[in-house]
């Protein structure tokens, strides 16, 4: 999503990440990266439970699918440098949404597992088509 | 593939919660679609 921040803000379409944890590393987290939009710490999951996000089972762990994209994660660095990253609640899996200024949710993404995120390519087409976008 | 039936309510239960943002300063997650149209990402981890 990082990659798509201007294209975005020029077309009025807003961005916010949520994590758990606490206000340093998100700041961290949100330097390292450029974020320009909100990064949000919800580490009682109120809005996680709000949209109902699942949680892990212990069987994830050993999912190929999982250990081949915990590894890309680590050799990139993607998951290294900031401190505490996982933080207390690591079985609570991601989420996207995208939501108009009417309430509607044109897309609604529920994360199955580590590896399961959605398309940032599909999820920036939907928002920028419709109201509230482009 | 997990794209899923967005609940029919889910504006209502999630635009009401209010989280601090990273700099400490609070936002009602509400507020960040009421003008414009909102990707909202849960991180299952900052990194």
């Known amino acids: 999503m990082r990659d798509h921040q201007e294209q975005l803000s ?6 916010a990440a949520v994590g758990t944890g606490d206000a340093p590393v998100a700041r961290e987290f949100k330097v390292k990266y450029g974020l320009k939009f909100p990064v949000l710490v919800d580490d009682a999951l109120l809005s996680y439970r709000a949209v109902q ?9 050993v999912n190929p699918k999982v250990l081949t994209a915990s ?13 505490s990253p996982i933080g207390k609640h690591a079985d609570f899996l991601g989420a996207t949404h995208v939501i108009r200024p009417d309430g509607s949710v044109p897309f609604a993404w529920i994360n199955d597992d ?11 087409e939907v928002a920028l088509t419709g109201p509230g976008g482009s | 593939m997990s794209r899923v039936t967005p609940q029919p309510d889910l504006h209502e239960k999630l635009g009401s919660v209010t989280l601090p943002e990273a700099d400490g300063k609070r936002i009602r997650i509400g507020d960040l679609w009421a003008q414009h149209t909102l990707i909202l990402v849960h991180l299952r981890h900052f990194g």
């Open chain 1, 10 to 15: 020029a077309a009025g379409v807003s961005v």
């Open chain 1, 53 to 61: 996000v699942k949680r892990s089972s212990q069987l994830n762990w």
């Open chain 1, 71 to 83: 590894v890309r994660a680590l050799s990139s660095g993607a998951i290294s440098g900031i401190a």
């Open chain 1, 114 to 124: 580590f590896g399961d995120n959605s398309d940032v390519d599909e999820v920036v």
